[in-house]
T-cell receptor, first 112, second 114 residues
Framework: QKEVEQNSGPLSVPEGAIASLNCTYS??????FFWYRQYSGKSPELIMF????GDKEDGRFTAQLNKASQYVSLLIRDSQPSDSATYLC????????????FGKGTTLSVSS | DTEVTQTPKHLVMGMTNKKSLKCEQH?????MYWYKQKAKKPPELMFV???????INESVPSRFSPECPNSSLLNLHLHALQPEDSALYLC?????????????FGPGTRLTVL
């Protein structure tokens, strides 16, 4: 069974710190990896996607992918209280067509 | 523009009612999705339409009936629901065949079944 694992948290960091969110996946043939942010009561909002090994940076966010270790992470630099949300890791596995497999999400709390 | 719209925002219905949820996108996407999300849980895939044909049905009870009238619209018809069906219903769309197949979510419909 294809799985995506995340630490549910909560992950607590002070304002200005780096928050590190991690995700592992079971299907070695997975092709694309996504990070979504979801505020309470709202819908998931795409932050970043990555599909090549290495780092991808967008503003304060950096996604890291290591296919050999089946590991994807999201770093948030200079964390702000507005970053407090649940972060969902999603994977497009092999033979899944267009479907995504979601992890259970990590709750991030940034204190001012 | 990466907007997916959903109506209504909120819906309260009785177990004998029939109602429909609507979703629309104008990004030229060819795949559309219905998800169900309960509190503190990840989105749970219900249906996938690819090029207006139902390609995935994740063993959803027949009281949920999807419909894709055209490439921009997706409906979810509800009938004889149970209180445990109360949840946030999310619609999403994606290009369908591209890598990465990025899904964009609508704001959701908060459904309460009494």
């Amino acid at each position: 069974q294809k799985e995506v694992e995340q630490n549910s948290g909560p992950l607590s960091v002070p304002e200005g710190a780096i928050a590190s969110l991690n995700c592992t996946y079971s299907d070695r043939g997975s092709q694309s990896f996504f990070w979504y942010r979801q505020y309470s009561g709202k819908s998931p909002e795409l932050i970043m996607f990555i599909y090549s090994n290495g780092d991808k940076e967008d503003g304060r966010f950096t996604a890291q992918l290591n296919k050999a270790s089946q590991y994807v992470s999201l770093l948030i630099r200079d964390s702000q209280p507005s970053d407090s949300a649940t972060y969902l890791c999603a994977v497009n596995p092999t033979q899944a067509g267009t479907a995504l497999i979601f992890g259970k999400g990590t709750t991030l709390s940034v204190s001012s | 523009d990466t907007e997916v719209t959903q109506t209504p925002k909120h819906l309260v219905m009785g177990m004998t009612n029939k109602k429909s949820l609507k979703c629309e996108q104008h990004m030229g996407h060819r795949a559309m999705y219905w998800y169900k999300q309960k509190a503190k849980k990840p989105p749970e895939l219900m249906f996938v339409y690819s090029y207006e044909k139902l390609s995935i049905n994740e063993s959803v009870p027949s009281r949920f009936s999807p419909e894709c009238p055209n490439s921009s619209l997706l409906n979810l018809h509800l009938h004889a629901l149970q209180p445990e069906d109360s949840a946030l219903y999310l619609c999403a769309s994606s290009q369908g065949a591209a890598v990465p197949n990025t899904q964009y979510f609508g704001p959701g419909t908060r459904l309460t079944v009494l």
